[in-house]
């Protein structure tokens, strides 16, 4: 294994695939470790001649051994609800990446959780903490909801129908593209001068009634706009929204993309295309 190699916790996931993709573009694959539950799940990673390792946050002993002679190590946050359960396998891959002797550790945390302590923030504040008292160099990648969750495939139906539902008050989102927080994630792995730095990752602002001019100017048909809460998760989100809570603004992501973070259009435009 190369003295200045890169592994990427979670590398199955949506997030750790964009992850290794762009590190593919950036370093030699025999330098990028992908650490999974199931290596079966990248296989095509495996032949583009990137190492894949078994590694499971409820396995500390194995995840160690998965991290041996690895420089630097993204840890992607577990996808694990219950913020007890998820502070723990953090804490535990934490020990795993100071057993192993990892030189540096990025974490994908999330907006806020330097200075909130409950809540949506409550696993990674406490998993700041552990990073910060292991004494191992650290960079913490603070993430906004994914634009994603909110620009996907799925607006075609609004398109269809005419209509677009949002109860957010008409306050702003502060999302990011997946696609975006993974190269962020990439420049950092890859670059120097980032050890001891919290980015607090932000894409630019857009609201429900901008996205609904979006979708008309881009389908060719009109779309509007209608003041109405879902139902669900997607309920909570926007009632976060209405609050006013996601319109924080950082210059953060830019910098690291050295680009602007995608527009809404453009999110528009590649969710509408598949």
């Not at 762009?22 to 495996?46: C, H, K, N, S, Y």
């Not at 913020?83 to 396998?89: M, N, S």
Request: a negative charge; proline letters at 5%; charged letters at 20%.
């Amino acid at each position: 294994m190369p003295s200045d190699s890169i592994a990427v916790t979670g590398a199955s996931g949506a997030l750790g695939r964009l992850v290794v993709r762009r590190l593919l573009d950036l370093v030699p694959a025999g330098r990028i470790v992908a650490v999974v539950r199931d290596p079966a799940r990248v296989a095509d990673l495996a032949e583009r001649g990137v190492t894949v390792r078994r590694g499971d946050y409820d396995e500390p002993g194995g995840l160690a051994e998965a991290l041996a002679g690895v420089n630097r190590l993204l840890l992607i946050s577990s996808p694990e609800l219950d913020a007890g359960r998820r502070t723990a396998q953090h804490r535990d891959a934490i020990g795993a990446a100071s057993k192993a002797g990892v030189g540096a550790v990025a974490y994908t945390s999330f907006l806020g959780a330097d200075a909130e302590a409950g809540g949506l923030t409550e696993a990674h504040h406490a998993t700041e903490l552990a990073i910060r008292d292991s004494g191992l160099p650290y960079t913490m990648l603070r993430n906004p909801f994914y634009t994603d969750a909110f620009v996907h495939p799925g607006l075609r139906a609004a398109v269809a129908a005419g209509e677009l539902t949002g109860g957010t008050g008409g306050r702003g989102l502060n999302t990011a593209t997946r696609h975006d927080l993974a190269e962020a994630a990439a420049a950092v792995l890859t670059g120097d001068g980032h050890d001891g730095r919290g980015y607090d990752l932000t894409g630019p602002l857009w609201t429900f009634p901008e996205l609904a001019a979006v979708l008309s100017e881009v389908s060719g048909s009109p779309v509007a706009h209608r003041e109405e809460p879902p139902a669900g998760p997607m309920g909570f989100l926007h009632g976060l929204a209405r609050a006013g809570v996601l319109e924080r603004q950082t210059d953060d992501l830019a910098r690291l993309l050295v680009r602007p973070a995608t527009r809404l259009r453009d999110a528009v435009e590649a969710a509408l295309a598949g």
